[in-house]
């Protein structure tokens, strides 16, 4: 496609359900990211792959968070047993081989997670 | 850890005045700086970004200035117009590292 998609668009989960959210990221864009967005906020670093590496998952905020890439395409973040707490819009991007070249990131819409 | 300090967190302008975001970095490796604007409800989208190797870009109505010495970088906007309303992030990543630091955002109003 022509661009980052992530789905869903929106996604209400009770308090300990899990979620899981896509991200299709740029065709032929090595890199990938996972951010958190809270309301009034920057994003933050949560996640990166090269490929399907995960290379850094330092600001993963606790366990309960997982991603993976099998394929070096698609990304999948895992929220297990949410909490209010994690309620924010996740952004994914995506771009070129980052650390090798300066490049910007390509973001998605972003999944807005709702935990009641 | 790395850094990125981003100032003022709200700005309202006149149409047709300037407007200017100034950021602050830690991580003297730090070698790229995007600018992203942010309109509600929407996507981060990149405006404008410099490289360390230059003190100054422009692209139309928008530029970039760089002190690395003070690690400091500036985001001006002149002719503001009631569409460049949205909020506008700073950010800072180096060559040889994965992250892209963020600001926390200037909430831009453009009065008409």
Same mark, same amino acid.
């Given at each position: 496609?022509?661009?980052?998609?992530?789905?869903?668009?929106?996604?209400?989960?009770?308090?300990?359900?899990?979620? #899981?959210? &896509?991200?299709?990221?740029?065709?032929?864009?090595?890199?990938?990211?996972?951010? +958190? $967005?809270?309301?009034?906020?920057?994003?933050?670093?949560?996640?990166?792959?090269?490929?399907?590496?995960?290379?850094?998952?330092?600001?993963?905020?606790?366990?309960?968070?997982? #991603?993976? &890439?099998?394929?070096?395409?698609?990304?999948?973040?895992?929220?297990?047993?949410? +909490? $209010?707490?994690?309620?924010?819009?996740?952004?994914?991007?995506?771009?070129?081989?980052?650390?090798?070249?300066?490049?910007?990131?390509?973001?998605?819409?972003?999944?807005?997670?709702?935990?009641? | 850890?790395?850094?990125?300090?981003?100032?003022?967190?709200?700005?309202?302008?006149?149409?047709?005045?300037?407007?200017?975001?100034?950021?602050?970095?830690?991580?003297?490796?730090?070698?790229?700086?995007?600018?992203?604007?942010?309109?509600?409800?929407?996507?981060?989208?990149?405006?404008?970004?410099?490289?360390?190797?230059?003190?100054?870009?422009?692209?139309?109505?928008?530029?970039?200035?760089?002190?690395?010495?003070?690690?400091?970088?500036?985001?001006?906007?002149?002719?503001?117009?009631?569409?460049?309303?949205?909020?506008?992030?700073?950010?800072?990543?180096?060559?040889?590292?994965?992250?892209?630091?963020?600001?926390?955002?200037?909430?831009?109003?453009?009065?008409?």
């Amino acid at each position: 496609g022509a661009g980052v998609s992530q789905s869903p668009r929106y996604k209400v989960a009770k308090r300990g359900q899990d979620v #899981a959210l &896509r991200c299709d990221p740029i065709s032929g864009h090595v890199s990938l990211f996972w951010y +958190q $967005q809270a309301l009034g906020q920057g994003p933050e670093f949560l996640t990166y792959f090269q490929n399907e590496a995960q290379l850094d998952k330092s600001g993963l905020p606790s366990d309960r968070f997982f #991603a993976e &890439r099998p394929e070096g395409s698609v990304s999948t973040l895992k929220i297990q047993r949410t +909490q $209010q707490e994690d309620s924010a819009v996740y952004l994914c991007a995506s771009s070129l081989e980052v650390g090798k070249y300066n490049s910007p990131l390509h973001f998605g819409n972003g999944t807005r997670l709702t935990v009641t | 850890g790395e850094n990125v300090e981003q100032h003022p967190s709200t700005l309202s302008v006149q149409e047709g005045d300037s407007a200017v975001i100034k950021c602050t970095y830690s991580d003297s490796a730090s070698n790229y700086f995007p600018w992203y604007k942010q309109e509600l409800g929407k996507r981060p989208q990149l405006i404008i970004d410099i490289r360390s190797n230059v003190g100054e870009k422009k692209d139309q109505r928008i530029a970039v200035t760089l002190n690395k010495t003070a690690k400091h970088f500036s985001l001006h906007i002149t002719e503001t117009q009631p569409e460049d309303s949205a909020v506008y992030f700073c950010a800072a990543s180096s060559t040889g590292g994965f992250k892209t630091i963020f600001g926390a955002g200037t909430r831009l109003f453009v009065k008409a």
